[in-house]
Every structure is written in C-alpha cells, then in structure tokens.
C-alpha cells in the first residue's frame, strides 16, 4: 500500500513542478514579451501547422496553460513507468522514448482535434 501512495504521490509532485516550470516560466514569459512570436512556441507551431488553425482566433493564455498541463502529464507519466519498471537501463530508454513519442503525438492530435472542433481553423 505505502508503495502505491508513493507512487501516485511521485507522479502528482512532478506533475505539479513541471506544469508549474513550463506554464510561468517558459510559456507565459514567451507570451507576455512581445518580441517573441507565438509561433516560436513549439506547441502552438505544430498545432498551427498540423491542424490549420488561424493564429488570430486562438486566445493563447488557455492554450498555454493547456499544453503546459499535457506536458506536465507527459514528462511524469514517462518518469514514473521509468521508475518502476526494473529492467537494463537502455531497455528503459527504449520503453520511454516510445512512451514519450506516443503520448505527445496522441495527446496533441486530441488537442488539436478539439481546437478545429471549436471553430480554430481556417476557413
């Protein structure tokens, strides 16, 4: 039991930190200089480009803290099955690599989807 609450407990704490890293210090800070384009933010670029959508109608602010969670979620979920699988450390690079490739891609391609559902696109 106290392995499981250990775990779960693992995965929420670096979800936090990591959201909390990403959405105040890298996204916003982005957003809120106005020398950066939005579209140098890789996130919003690929789904820019992926899904068509009009930079104009996307309100950045909740995409960010959007993406900032996803990748929260992303990075942990790899770190904690990294952490409790025991296997040779390259087999763990390898299952993680998968992981982290699959979760991105599938996560955004939903995100993505959502956005042109909502009325994001070109049209």
């Known amino acids: 039991m106290n392995t499981v609450l250990f775990n779960i407990t693992f995965f929420m704490t670096l979800m936090l930190i990591i959201f909390f890293v990403d959405y105040k210090f890298i996204l916003m ?7 950066v384009k939005n579209e140098d933010i890789m996130e919003f670029n690929y789904l820019i480009h992926k899904f068509k959508l009009n930079p104009k109608k996307i309100n950045y602010k909740p995409t960010a803290l959007w993406c900032a969670l996803f990748n929260g979620f992303i990075i942990s979920a790899v770190v904690t099955v990294m952490y409790l699988i025991k296997l040779k450390f390259i087999w763990q690079l390898m299952i993680a690599f998968v992981m982290l490739v699959g979760l991105i891609y599938s996560i ?14 070109n049209e």
């Open 29 to 35: 800070r982005k957003i809120k200089s106005r020398k």
């Open 108 to 121: 955004y391609e939903i995100y993505g989807r959502i956005l042109v559902k909502k009325g994001k696109g």
